[in-house]
């Protein structure tokens, strides 16, 4: 859990996925998740992802690979002003469920 204080704003909540210890990938967790009424983004991407960059430069994700494997691995969780302790309960259930389920 990241550190709180009065000094973010938490306008994501970024969760990473560690690959090798999962039968799924991020598309795939993601996936099960929706399956269950949680709906989840990808917020980042890295530049040398985006149509102009890799384009422009011809890049290739392997370019980059510290950058692909976190984009690889992240997923952004529900989070919103009015999102109620019940509704976060019910994220982090999910999540542990489909985790518990693609552990390896």
Not at 12 to 34: P, Q
């Amino acid at each position: 859990m990241p550190a709180q204080g009065p000094e973010h704003s938490w306008h994501l909540f970024v969760i990473r996925l560690v690959e090798e210890r999962l039968t799924l990938d991020r598309d795939r967790f993601a996936e099960a998740l929706s399956e269950q009424g949680i709906g989840v983004s990808v917020h980042f991407i890295p530049l040398h992802l985006m149509p102009y960059y890799s384009a422009r430069y011809r890049l290739r994700p392997e370019d980059f690979p510290v950058a692909y494997r976190a984009y690889r691995c992240s997923l952004s969780l529900p989070i919103y002003p009015g999102l109620s302790d019940e509704q976060v309960q019910r994220v982090i259930a999910a999540v542990r469920r489909v985790g518990d389920r693609a552990r390896r």
